[in-house]
Nanobody
Framework: QVQLVESGGGLVQAGGSLRLSCAASGRTTGSLAMAWFRQTPGKEREFVAAISWSGGRRYYGDFVKGRFTISRVNAKNMVHLQMNSLKPEDTAVYYC??????????????WGQGTQVTVSS
């Protein structure tokens, strides 16, 4: 079993930056792919970014367009999402996820509780 806890969300003005973090426990995360998804009320969960267990492969949602960077520190069981040039449409609850295989669909086995990101115009 894996427990995931997100942090770093908050309120930021358009054009600003936030760094989300996800702390994993319960199992060595070095063997797990990690990802970030986001969701707004009434919409399906949307893929943001994913990183393979080694960090060698990274994937991003089409809307990211170079603004976000996913990274991981396996020694600390941490995954980060650096978000720059934030837009009001980035407002959502952001979820950390983990699974044995990296992918773009929300079929990950483990999920955090989410952290709210609000971008004001």
């Amino acid at each position: 079993q894996v427990q995931l806890v997100e942090s770093g969300g908050g309120l930021v003005q358009a054009g600003g930056s936030l760094r989300l973090s996800c702390a994993a426990s319960g199992r060595t995360t070095g063997s797990l792919a990690m990802a970030w998804f986001r969701q707004t009320p009434g919409k399906e969960r949307e893929f943001v970014a994913a990183i393979s267990w080694s960090g060698g492969r990274r994937y991003y949602g089409d809307f990211v367009k170079g603004r976000f960077t996913i990274s991981r520190v396996n020694a600390k069981n941490m995954v980060h999402l650096q978000m720059n040039s934030l837009k009001p449409e980035d407002t959502a609850v952001y979820y950390c996820a983990a699974d044995s295989a990296v992918g773009r669909t929300p079929s990950y086995d483990y999920w955090g509780q989410g952290t709210q990101v609000t971008v004001s115009s």
